[in-house]
Structure formats: C-alpha cells, structure tokens
C-alpha cells in the first residue's frame, strides 16, 4: 500500500461481496483523511459514531467512525496514511492476529461502512445471504504442526498482557462511550448480495 500510495482493498479468501462493490470502491478509494475503511460485518457489536461521517451511493452506503472493533478483517480498504501509521506500531509493540493489530492502532482514522458490503462465507447463513456452492476459506483447513509448551513465566507473562490489554480496552470504551459512541450491530441487506 506505501508503495503503489494509494488506497488497497484487502479480501480473504471467502469473501462474499454485494452486487454494488466496485462502485463503492470508487467512491471511497477518493476520499481524505481516512486511514482504514472496515467493509464486513462479522457477528458483533461494534464501537461506533452516532451519525455518519460521508454519505455515499446516493445517501445509502454511509461510513461511520469505528472507535472499537474486536473481530473481522476479512475485507477493508487500506489507505497509505494507515498502512505508514500500522508499520509505525508494529515497530513499537508485538505483532499479533490481524484484526487485534490493525484494531489497537489508535491513530488510526478508521471507518466502519453500513450496510456492510462483504460477509465471509462463514457468516452468510447468519445474514440470510447464499454464498456459492464451492465457496470455503482456505484458512481453516491449513493445519498448524507446530507444538509447544509456555514456562510457567512465559504463561504468567501471557496472562498479564491480556489483563492488560482488557483494562486498555475498558478505558477506551468508556471514553468513547462518553463522546457519545454506540454500540450496535451493522446493518446487512441481504438482497444486494444476490
């Protein structure tokens, strides 16, 4: 994304898409300051503004600033400005599972699109929307060979960064919570996914 500079749209394998996609794309990819356009919704609630920020498609499709997510990077747009702020954070912290990485990078000016305009193929039926036949991810079937055990140490250190890491997640939700954030689901309109 810092290489070609412009905005990248970013898909797992099982991405199902609404019939809208690329006009969408075309319409946000030339917007400012945004740094990371989530376009799912994965079975959670999120962290978002009251009202939206851009209206788009003919007052239809409408972003959100999306304060605090905690699952879902099966599709999303990537700007250069928030793939330059992600490079920053990785060199100050541990690099984890990607949608905990991208989601704790709080400079971030992320976006959350409603309604959502992908599903993994794994949250269709959740959706009342019919992927195709043959359409599974790859991801869950590679499995993992590698075996091992955490010192005693090792496992209290593990148990201390999640601790932490939740107490760091309440004091955002609570400030967020008070700038007049809501937590809600993302609407989804199954019919433009036929």
């Known amino acids: 994304v810092v290489t070609l500079n412009e905005p990248c749209v970013v898909l797992e394998d099982d991405a ?3 019939r809208e996609f690329k006009q969408i794309i075309n319409v946000v990819t030339n917007l400012e300051n945004i740094d990371f356009i989530n376009l799912e919704v994965h079975g959670r609630k999120k962290l ?12 239809h499709f409408r972003l959100f600033s999306l304060y605090q997510d905690r699952s879902g990077t099966g599709g999303y747009i990537l700007y250069p ?5 992600l490079l920053d954070s990785m060199e100050k912290r541990a690099i984890g599972l990607a949608d905990e990485f991208i989601y704790s990078c709080r400079s971030l000016e992320a976006y959350q699109i409603e309604p959502a305009v992908l599903l993994q193929s794994d949250k269709c039926e959740m959706y009342g929307v019919k992927p195709m036949d043959d359409m599974h991810s790859i991801i869950g079937q590679v499995k993992n060979t590698v ?3 955490l010192s005693i140490i090792e496992k ?3 148990k201390y ?3 932490i890491a939740q107490i760091i997640l309440g004091y955002y939700y609570l400030l967020f919570m008070c700038k007049g954030a809501v937590k809600r689901e993302i609407k989804v309109e199954p019919k433009r996914f036929d």
């Open 161 to 163: 960064r999640r601790i």
């Open 156 to 158: 209290i250190q593990f």
């Open 81 to 85: 400005s928030g793939a330059r702020k």
């Open 48 to 59: 978002i503004a009251k009202s939206a920020t851009f209206d788009l498609t003919d007052d």
């Open 147 to 149: 075996s091992f055990e």
């Open 16 to 18: 199902v898409l609404v």
